[in-house]
Every structure is written in C-alpha cells, then in structure tokens.
T-cell receptor, first 116, second 112 residues
Framework: GAVVSQHPSRVICKSGTSVKIECRSL??????MFWYRQFPKQSLMLMATSNEGSKATYEQGVEKDKFLINHASLTLSTLTVTSAHPEDSSFYIC????????????FGPGTRLTVL | KQEVTQIPAALSVPEGENLVLNCSFT??????LQWFRQDPGKGLTSLLL?????REQTSGRLNASLDKSSGRSTLYIAASQPGDSATYLCAVESSNTGKLIFGQGTTLQVKP
C-alpha cells in the first residue's frame, strides 16, 4: 500500500516552454501533497505544500508564478514549471500524506527535468 | 530553524563490515525521524521511521536509534553488502509545521 506515482519520469524541453508533472496517490487519499526539488549531489528541498482544494503554500524563495501547483483531487497534484529555463533543470519529487498535519509522507519516484 | 546534518558525507567500506551513519538536528521539537535510501537517479525508499516517543526501530540488518534530547540519530547497518551502496538520507518531521527537513545525505559504497 501507500504507492505514489509520478509522470513523466523524464522530460527534456526547450527553454521558454512549460512542463507539467503529475503526482498521483494510487491506493490512498492524499489530503496533503508536497513538492521537493533536488539538485545533483544535494539533498531534497521543500518547494511547496498543497492541501486538496486549497492554494499551495510556497517555501521562501520559491516563485509561485513560476511553479504552479494544483491539487484538485485527493489523488492528484500537478506541478507546472512555466517558461522553463536551464537553471530549472533538476530532479522533482512529490510526496503524499493522508493527514492534514503530521504523519508519514510517501514519496514518488521523481521526475528528471532537463531544460535545453 | 531546524537544521539537519549528516556525517560522514561519504563512506567506503569492504563488504561484511558493520557501519554507523550519523544524523543530528538542532530543534528537538520533532514528530518523527525517518531514514531513507536513494539510489542514483531514483526516488526515495523509506527504511525506518522512529516516532518522537520511541528510542529505536529495527528492520532486518538495519537499526536506527533516536535521542531526541541530544538531537541525534544513528543508522546501524550490520554485515554490509554491495547492494547496500546508495545515498542514505535522514529527515525530521517538525511537530510545529509538519514539514520534513532533510540532511545532505551519506553516500555509501560497499566494495565486494
């Protein structure tokens, strides 16, 4: 149980285009979903937290207009990187939790984004 | 602000050795602490989760301890195998915010 999927696993795009990444909880209802970013040889940094039906809460330094997060259902959250640039190239990982506040997070397999 | 530090950053050992990975955190107001494994280019695999009221958790050859008062956790790997080679991440869940704060990880290489 507690499986989280991400799609796509890899994406290569041209600079200036937008990319959408999906995060799905397959066997549980995810009240809260989290989006992380990981640069090479670095740890995971939380970008934003989203509760189903509410606007996402972004961490300091993360541009909400650039990284659009939608959590429209209890099993799906999307992250859209708008007008992507090479510096946005990174490994994006989502996690999902069945609780609104505290509790275990279940991680997706990640999406490798490369912006040319 | 919670900070999580892992030592060492990298470790190379021969197969069969027992080893200890260290994690320290600055704010003791945690809900739980987790150890994850990450293979290159892959997502996270949860290894052990220790609630703040617990002292340790065991799974197979892995044992994780938690000393909340001193802000420390250790991951003990017994009889290491080449398949254990990966990056091990420690993360604490803040009891104030519910956010997971990750350490930088320890990259382990077990040589056959």
């Amino acid at each position: 149980g507690a499986v989280v999927s991400q799609h796509p696993s890899r994406v290569i795009c041209k600079s200036g285009t937008s990319v959408k990444i999906e995060c799905r909880s397959l066997d549980f209802q995810a009240t809260t979903m989290f989006w992380y970013r990981q640069f090479p040889k670095q740890s995971l940094m939380l970008m934003a937290t989203s509760n189903e039906g509410s606007k996402a809460t972004y961490e300091q330094g993360v541009e909400k207009d650039k990284f659009l997060i939608n959590h429209a259902s209890l099993t799906l959250s999307t992250l859209t990187v708008t007008s992507a640039h090479p510096e946005d190239s990174s490994f994006y990982i989502c996690s999902a939790s069945a609780r609104l506040a505290l509790g275990p997070q279940y991680f997706g397999p990640g999406t490798r984004l490369t912006v040319l | 602000k919670q900070e999580v530090t892992q030592i060492p950053a990298a470790l190379s050992v021969p197969e069969g050795e027992n080893l200890v990975l260290n994690c320290s955190f600055t704010d003791s107001a945690i809900y739980n602490l987790q150890w994850f494994r990450q293979d290159p280019g892959k997502g996270l695999t949860s290894l052990l989760l220790i609630q703040s009221s617990q002292r340790e958790q065991t799974s197979g050859r892995l044992n994780a301890s938690l000393d909340k008062s001193s802000g420390r956790s250790t991951l003990y790997i017994a009889a290491s195998q080449p398949g254990d080679s990966a990056t091990y991440l420690c993360a604490v869940e803040s009891s104030n915010t519910g956010k997971l704060i990750f350490g930088q990880g320890t990259t382990l290489q077990v040589k056959p």
